[in-house]
Structures are given as C-alpha cells and as structure tokens.
C-alpha cells in the first residue's frame, strides 16, 4: 500500500487530480453543512443576476436560484450518481467475468456473446433506450448508465480470469476441498480487484460525463433537483445572453472529469503489473558502462578474454553485485563451460560481454572484455553492433522467445545474414536452407517456410542455432540452450554444438547448471558462485578432484544415473543475496571447513595444480592433486 | 500387500475443438487405456519426455480431470466421480511450479489452512494446532505463516506445497516434476525431505520426473510413459542400467553422465508422432532400430521380462 502511495505520488499530475478530487468530495460531502441559501428556491424578481452580485456569489439562474448553492448541491448530486453507476457497473461486469472466465466453455460463450450484442448498440443510443423504457428520473438514468458499463468490465475482467482460472493455485484450492464459489471469491477475486480498481477509476469520469448527457437531455435529474448535467440543460436557452449560467456547471464538470482521468491514469500506472515490471522503462541499445578503476591489460593468447568484469544492478538505493570481478578467456576451437546455480551471476557475465544487460538498472562498473584487441566495454554503440551476432553469437534457452512468432524462420534467418550485409539478397535464401540443413534439420526446404509455432523445441533450437551460425561468428554464448528439452532432443542439439564447434573452430562459452552436460561437451570448466568465479580447471580434473568445497557439494548433491537408490547429499541454507554479500568467501555461511580466516576479505583465485585456479584457503583434495600435477 | 492405487484401464482423450456446429473434428488421445498398481508405502516413479501423458495421468489421479472411461481406487474404495473435495482427503498433488501454485494474495497461514477447513472441517485452535506440527515436519519456521508467497524462494516455496499436501491428511502423494524448478543444492534438501517424511508418515508417492536419475534415487519401481502408454515398468534399479524397451534404452543412454562421450544415441531429426494421427502398432516403430512388420501393425502389451521388468516389445533388448 505505501509502495502503491509512492508510486501515485511520483506522478505529479496524478497527485494534483487526486488533491483536486479530494477537495471537490470534501465540499460536495459538508454541502449541507454549509450556511447556502436554499437551492430551489425561485425568486424570479433576481433572475440572472451576474456573479459576485452581493449575496449571490456565483449570481443566479433563469427562476433567480442562487447557483452557487446549485452548483454545490448538483456537484454532490453528480458525484454521487457517477460513483454509484460505476460500483454498480464494476460488481455486475466483475461478477459476469468472473464467471465467465472461470467456468470457461459453453458458459463463457453464452454470456461473453450476451455482453457482445450490449456492446454492438451506441451507448448513447442504449442509455436512451433504457430510460424510455423505465421513464425518465435520475434513478433510472443511473440504471442506464450502470448498464452501458457493464460489458466493458466483464470483458476486462474476463480476460485476466481466464488466465487465473488455469493457475496452479486455483487446482490447488480446489484439492483443498473448496468449492466453484469459494474459489471464486477467494481465490480469483483478490487477484483481479486490481484490474477492477483501474478500470473503476478510468471510467468513473465517463460515466459522470454520461450521466449529465442524460440529465442534459432532460432525462435525468427531474426539476426542480439540480445536477450538473440538468443546469447545464437549463442554461442552454440562455448560454448566449447570460453565458455565466452555462459556464459555472461547465467548469465544475471539466474540473471534476480532468481530475478523476490525471488520477485513474495515476493509478492505472502504479496498479498494472506490466507497466511496474518496467515495461515503460526503454532499456538502452547497449549497457551503460561506468568504469572507475583503471581498465585492466588483455592476456596473449586469448580469443574473448574477459577480465576482472563487474556488472551491478542499482535498484532504487540497493546495489546487487550479479558479477563481482570475473576472469574467463576462451580460445579458438575450445568449449568453456561456466557452471553455476539461479542467481550465480552466469547469465549476466554472457550477456554483459556484449553489453546486452538491460540498462537501467544494469550498469557495467568494472573490468575489460577484450575480443581480438578491441575492448568491447568501452566499445562505441556502432561498433557492438557490427560485431553482435558477426563475431560473437548467443543462443538462448528458449527458443519459443527469441524467434520472432510472427514471422517465418526462414525470413528471420535471412535477415539475420542481410542486416550485416555480409549476403546478398538473391543468395540469401539458398544459404537458409543450407544453414537449417547444417543444423540437421530435416526438410530443410519445407521447414524454411514454417513460423516458430509450428516446430517443436528441438527444432525450434535447432533453428535458434542456425541463426547464430547465420554470419560464421567466431564465439557463440549459449547460455542454457538445452534446459528446456527433453533428454533425448538435448543429446542431438549437444552432438551438433560438439561437431560445429569441431569442424568450424568456434569457441563456445556454453552456460549450464548440468555437470553431465559440462562433462560431455566442455574442455575447461568456471564454476561460478555468489557472482564470482570460485574454481576454474580443465573439465576432467575439475569433476574428479574439485578443489573448492563448493564444487566439491554441489557435484555431491547431482544424483547420476546408474547408482540406484540413495540418500542424496545436501547443501544447507542458501546462497547469499547479491546485494548483502558477506565480506571474504561468500560460501563460508554453507561451508563445513570455513574457519575465522575465511571471512577475512579478500580471499583471490590462487592457482592450483598446475592448470588450475580456486578460490579458497583450505582446497579439497589438496594433495591429491598436487600429486597429480607431479 | 495393501494396494494404495489402482488404475483399471484408465483412459483421457480430449476432443479438438470443431467448427460453430457440429461435433469434434477428432480426438487427442493423451493417456491411452493403463492399468497401473502402487502398493501401499511404495514410490512409484513415472518418467516420460514432454507430450507423453504424465501430467494427465496425474491430473486424473487427484480428480482434476475427468477420465474418459476406466476406474481409480484409492485404497480399495472405487471413486466414480471427478471430485478434488473426495479425492483431497486420501490423495494430494505437489506441483511443479511452487511460486504459482501458491496464491500470491494470500498469507501462508491462510493458505495452510484451507484444507484443514474445507476437507476436515477443523476449529480454529484445532487448526493452528495441525498447521504447527506440519511446519515441524517440513522444517519451516512458524513466523513463515504470517508472509506472502512473494518472499519466499523456490525450495521453500515447494517445502510449503508439501506442508499443504500433508495437511490434507492424504496419504498418497502425487509429486508432479517436485524438484525440476529448483536449483541442485535445493534438489537435495527437498529430495530428502520427502523421503524423510515418507517413513514418518507411512507415504505412498507417485514420482512423475523427466530426470531419470532423480527418478532413479527415489523411486522402488519405475514407469516409462511413451506417447500416452506405459512401455516399460520396473525395479528402479534395474530399468536404466539393463532396460528392455528400445526407448527406455535411448532415454538411458541420452542422459548425459559425467565420463561417457558424448554421442547422439540416435538418427537425426526423429519428431515425435503426431498425437492426432496416431501411428498404428507401437508408437515408438517409426524411431525404433528394431522395429519390424508386426511392430507397425499390432500394438504390442505389456510382457514379462522374466527379471522382475515388464516392457510392451516384440523385440526387447538385453534378454537372456
């Protein structure tokens, strides 16, 4: 709630229409209270007395009533009928969707095509209908109205309950023994009230708007009761000899309607799910980069050399160190994997390498990536872009969100290749076939032809890795490319990533949190925890005598196939938060062997057994390995 | 030997959606006719690549679907009728997704409580009571069930879906991929957890994965699901290291394993039969080496293997 008022707060237009609204309540709320002459008193001896006449604030109406006390009393009765139309819009319209959305099916075609033919009438041409039908009165125009909003709640809400209705919360509910109508109200409603409140508070000043149209036409409001609309009526025959009369419930309905929408849009703003993840938010075309220390000298040899890399994300006052200084290089024709839990800061290091963490909040603070002599952190905007996707490619896990599902794949595949200019359009297609046909995807000729939708996941990789093949890149970045495949597709996309690599002499830095598969496909091995490199060795020695006690655990706690039935070993707690990490090893809250040392900051990546790097002061299988280095 | 389940020929087919008017333009057979027996205290594992059936088969087990024909009896009594409300009290689900499947509007404590109330008709003191004991059970602090789901992480997010299991008082427990969401060194903790409760409670679970060496650590037997039929059905021991059925062999030898090379175990580009057009005869003919004539016309049942393993192939692997 204080979040949702700080939010609102920020929008200074939606701060003013909530002052101006409250005022306008305030005085429509103690009008009775307030020393006002009588509203319907007629007194035509003072007709049309202009404003600011002595006793007459506001001067009078054509029957010599005082409009400021009209004004006053028709505000009130306006508000009223405008907030009533909406509640009552609001429970019918969430109630209708609701259950619409929930039952699904025939119900939800029966209703949703009842609210479709409410909606194919004018709404103006609705509410007429109905008043004639009841007779004119305030109370009936207020049915009217109500009336007129209810398809545009159901639908809404509709909408988002249909996509509740299948969470796994709501079976959950129901295995706990509840009810269609207890789930209903107690596990759909409160999640769709937001939805409810946003689209109360944009359409509260319609309706109020709606309600005076009516009155305006003498359809409402009954004389000699004022409301806006009604004295506007009123006024009309005399809107050119004494436009005061006109114009004071004029600007009274402006102020009103102007202050709910700056309002509504306020809330909607600091409500919707969508806009507050950050979808308003434009990231920037590449990483903002903010390097204070000095920029570290590339090491020889090296293809992509990361160094001493750090990437923060400042989040309001919080800082969260996802990459706190990590060295990786990767030679040509060599596979490295980088091996870590959620939140290890493996994803961010890939993405940061070619500035494609999300700015804000991500802000490079540290450190060089150096890819044939070019530092890609201090690298112009120009510059990346010629080599994203050229040089340097990524795949990502899921393919169903990196392929556009709107276009065709093999049109995606092409304009991959032409936006480098590196194809000529003729050509291009031809070398699409190729490419798929490269991946082994069969049909190659057919499937060019198909939208991401129509494929399944293994080819829809397979696809997604054409794709970063498209412009022959040096380096590709698959950070989790098989995760979401089932075992036997991830053995076929692991095979060909292994041949690619082998007959091209790419340089893969693959991302993973599967010893199986880092055992299989990768030469050398980074483990990465707490966003740190915390081991780093040829992959082999690596598994077989992992020197961090991390490591050591972690491979512990993999269950692999072929022991049979078994107590599995466990990590206790979690890593810690990002943004709170503990001075010196950040596992020694989890380690077994930490001892005062080890929270003494700071603990470096020491070489170890020759080709060997760990960070900790008290290795496993120290002397084992040693040995082996001998 | 008690039975805790028992399939009889339990069937779900979905009809896709037709035209305005007239009936479905065909069926989506999920689950093929299975029969399947769990014994009482036993884990059953169940595993299967995406689109096999497994989620279904599960689905209908608690009653969230409706079968299209066969019979489910949970400890001898038969439920005729898909109902959460009867099933709830003698059989619960864990779900994949631990965040999702906990309600983000509502505390823990509400949360927990709902079964309590609904199925067993508990007073409040009664309630806060059982909930304690449960949160004892699960290793989660009772100061947890005043927060919102929001501000918990993945494996105490599933160890709270497993509190809410047991507080069903069911004793059957349908893990539906528990540990796929979570991070390996969490694996574990939950992994133990629910073997732990196991022996403290009496549990019967039904472990649905497509981790087949986490099905392998948990599991007495193992079920192989391919495209809606159980091919291959097994000691958890013995079906990976010496299996029978051709698919359970490729799933075995895709599974990558620290210190084997790495190979494609088979042709490339084999897509999974389309659901709505069934093959006819085995479903696995058209990616099987040894699939011949018969095998594409007949339908092959379940056989026993003589070592204690049943698998549906005229032509089983690794037999003496």
Redesign the interface.
């Known amino acids: 709630m204080r979040d949702f008022l700080r939010l609102l707060a920020r929008n200074q237009l939606a701060l003013a229409g909530l002052i101006v609204l409250s005022a306008v309540v305030l005085l429509a709320l103690v009008t009775p209270l307030l020393p006002l002459q009588a509203p319907n008193v007629t007194n035509t001896g003072d007709r049309f007395l202009p404003p600011f006449t002595e006793g007459h604030l506001l001067g009078t109406d054509h029957l010599g009533r005082d409009l400021f006390s009209r004004l006053m009393y028709g505000t009130r009765l306006s508000l009223a009928v405008g907030f009533a139309a909406a509640v009552i819009a609001a429970v019918l319209g969430a109630a209708i969707g609701i259950l619409a959305g929930y039952y699904g099916g025939r119900t939800d075609n029966v209703i949703m095509r009842g609210v479709d033919m409410l909606m194919a009438f004018p709404y103006i041409l609705l509410a007429l209908a109905i008043v004639a039908a009841l007779g004119p009165g305030l109370l009936n125009a207020l049915v009217a109205v109500a009336a007129v909003n209810i398809p545009f709640f159901a639908r809404n809400i509709r909408g988002i309950t249909v996509g509740i209705a299948h969470k796994e919360f709501v079976d959950a509910a129901r295995l706990s023994g509840m009810g269609d109508m207890r789930i209903m109200l107690g596990e759909v409603l409160p999640n769709v009230i937001p939805v409810i409140v946003i689209a109360m508070s944009t359409t509260v000043g319609w309706m109020i708007l709606e309600t005076a149209g009516l009155s305006f036409l003498g359809l409402g409001s009954q004389p000699p009761v004022a409301d806006l609309g009604s004295m506007l009526g009123e006024a009309r025959s005399a809107l050119i000899t004494n436009p005061h009369t006109s114009v004071v419930p004029g600007v009274m309905i402006l102020i009103i309607v102007m202050a709910i929408n700056l309002l509504g849009d306020g809330i909607r703003d600091a409500l919707d799910p969508r806009l507050r993840s950050g979808a308003l938010t434009r990231p920037m075309a590449a990483t903002t980069v903010r390097r204070d220390g000095p920029v570290p000298e590339a090491r020889e040899g090296a293809l992509l050399d990361i160094r001493e890399l750090q990437t923060q994300f400042h989040v309001k006052k919080r800082v969260y160190r996802a990459v706190g200084g990590v060295d990786l290089e990767v030679k040509p024709g060599e596979c490295l994997g980088l091996i870590g839990e959620s939140g290890s800061g493996k994803s961010v290091t890939a993405l940061s390498v070619m500035g494609l963490v999300a700015s804000p909040p991500g802000v490079i603070t540290g450190g060089r990536v150096d890819y044939k002599g070019t530092d890609l952190i201090g690298a112009r905007y120009e510059q990346l872009r010629t080599l994203r996707g050229r040089e340097i490619a990524y795949i990502f896990q899921d393919p169903l969100a990196t392929l556009h599902p709107l276009y065709k794949v093999g049109d995606q595949l092409i304009e991959a290749m032409t936006a480098h200019g590196r194809a000529p359009k003729e050509g291009a297609r031809q070398k699409a076939i190729e490419l798929l046909k490269s991946v082994r995807i069969p049909n190659a000729e057919k499937r060019i032809d198909s939208y991401p939708h129509e494929m399944s996941g293994g080819m829809r990789q397979r696809a997604g890795i054409a794709m970063a093949l498209a412009n022959d890149p040096e380096v590709i970045i698959a950070d989790e490319p098989t995760t979401a495949l089932d075992v036997t597709v991830q053995a076929q996309i692991l095979s060909l990533l292994d041949d690619l690599r082998r007959s091209r002499g790419l340089a893969i830095i693959f991302i993973t949190h599967d010893f199986g598969v880092v055992a299989q496909l990768c030469d050398r091995v980074a483990v990465m925890y707490a966003g740190r490199i915390v081991e780093e060795g040829p992959t082999a020695e690596v598994l077989a005598t992992p020197a961090h006690p991390y490591t050591k655990r972690l491979i512990a706690c993999v269950p692999e196939l072929g022991e049979g039935r078994r107590k599995l070993a466990a990590i206790p707690g979690l890593p810690p938060p990002v943004d709170d990490l503990p001075p010196g090893c950040a596992f020694a809250p989890r380690c077994a062997k930490a001892t005062p040392a080890c929270t003494e900051p700071p603990i470096e990546l020491m070489p170890f057994a020759g080709t060997r790097a760990v960070r900790c002061i008290h290795p496993e299988n120290d002397a084992a390995a040693r040995e082996a280095a001998e | 030997m008690t039975l805790a389940l028992r399939l009889t020929e339990l069937e779900k087919t979905f009809p896709l959606k037709g035209g305005l008017f007239g009936g479905p333009r065909g069926h989506v057979h999920a689950v093929n006719p299975t029969s399947l027996e769990v014994r009482q205290g036993e884990t059953l594992g169940i595993v299967g ?2 689109g096999c059936g497994k989620s279904t088969l599960a ?1 209908m087990l ?3 679907l409706p079968p299209t024909s066969g019979a489910i009896e949970i400890e001898g009594e038969p439920l005729s009728r898909a109902d ?2 009867a ?3 003698k059989i ?2 864990v ?3 631990p965040i ?7 505390t823990i404590r509400q ?1 927990m409580e ?2 309590l ?3 067993h008709k508990m007073g409040a003191e009664q309630r806060a009571a059982r909930i304690s004991e449960i949160f004892a059970a699960v290793n989660l602090r009772e100061e947890f069930l005043e927060r919102y789901p929001h501000e918990f ?1 993945g ?1 105490q997010a599933q160890r709270i ?1 497993i509190a ?1 299991a047991l507080a ?1 008082q069911a004793r059957i427990l349908i893990l539906d991929e528990p540990v796929s969401a979570l ?7 939950v ?2 957890l629910l ?1 732990d409760l196991k022996t403290e409670f009496g549990l019967t679970y039904l472990f649905i994965s ?1 981790d ?3 099905v ?5 037997r193992v079920a192989v699901l391919y495209f809606g039929s159980v091919v291959e059905l097994g000691p ?2 013995r079906i ?2 010496r299996p029978h059925h051709p698919y359970t062999k ?17 042709a ?2 084999t ?2 039969p389309n659901p709505i057009d069934p093959p006819s005869g085995c479903a696995f003919h058209a990616r099987c080496p040894r699939a011949s004539e018969k095998c594409r016309q007949v339908t092959p049942e379940l056989f026993d293997m003589g070592d204690g393993t049943q698998a549906a192939c005229y032509h089983p692997v690794n037999t003496e």
């Open positions: 690549e995406s689905r608690v009653g969230l959460p409300a099933f709830g009290r619960q689900y779900f994949q997704d999702s499947s906990l309600n983000p509007r509502k949360i709902a079964p109330k609904h199925l992480s494996g879906g809410r069903a991070d390996v060194s969490v694996q574990a903790q992994l133990n073997a497509h087949l060496a986490v392998e650590a948990v599991s007495d958890a021991e990976f290291a490729l799933l075995a030898d895709s599974a990558p394993v620290v210190g084997r090379p790495l190979t494609a175990p088979e490339k580009g897509e999974l």
